[in-house]
């Protein structure tokens, strides 16, 4: 018989996942969720994002003067600006290493927690190592699912190195995790990324 590819009597933290270097489907499976990648049709806002141009120029004036060689930095010069804007928009509610514990393998911290009414959003933030790190964020997702009541039928989550973004959806009845194989660039492509996060935090 196989063993199971985590040991019961072992506690993890997200961060742990990143670590591990599990295949994902097979990790996905253990936990009783389904996982596939796709061209994902994400919703995009249609309202006029007026300050848009405004951010483009702050990042791209202050990239030849920032070191982006490590995750706070990107965190800090990259990923909260964008998320900050999106706050502009909507009113939504940033949550910064926003602690969750489902059980002992479905626990730690989540980088960015954004949340308006039934619609969330996290953000894993990661230096390197994109698709180790939506490995983890996958597993956020699962403990999300897990976490929240079933309100929303959709969950939302982000991977970014600041300057690639690239998506994941849960998909809660089916029980399934989409990686979207689309990357999204900051700052070439906020006008695409920007519509994104409004529209999956919006009413």
């Not at 009414?117 to 490995?135: H, S, T, Y």
């Not at 849960?170 to 990357?183: G, H, S, V, Y």
Request: with cysteine; aromatic share 10%.
């Amino acid at each position: 018989m196989r063993p199971p590819i985590l040991p019961d009597d072992v506690s993890y933290t997200f961060a742990d996942y990143f670590r591990l270097r599990i295949d994902i489907e097979e990790l996905l499976i253990h936990f009783g969720y389904a996982y596939q990648v796709a061209n994902y049709c994400l919703p995009r806002s249609t309202r006029l994002l007026e300050r848009l141009p405004d951010l483009r120029n702050r990042i791209e004036e202050s990239l030849p003067y920032v070191s982006l060689n490590n995750e706070l930095a990107r965190r800090e010069f990259l990923i909260a600006p964008v998320l900050l804007e999106v706050v502009h928009y909507i009113q939504a509610k940033i949550r910064t290493e926003f602690p969750i514990s489902v059980s002992a393998q479905l626990k730690g911290t989540v980088d960015y927690y954004v949340q308006q009414a039934n619609n969330l959003l996290i953000v894993e933030a990661k230096n390197a190592d994109l698709q180790q790190g939506f490995v983890q964020l996958a597993v956020e997702l699962v403990a999300f699912d897990q976490w929240l009541t079933p309100d929303a039928p959709l969950l939302y989550g982000a991977v970014s190195m600041g300057n690639i973004w690239q998506f994941g959806i849960l998909d809660r009845m089916a029980k399934q995790i989409t990686q979207d194989f689309n990357l999204f660039r900051v700052p070439a492509d906020l006008d695409d990324l920007m519509p994104i996060l409004v529209a999956i935090l919006a009413d």
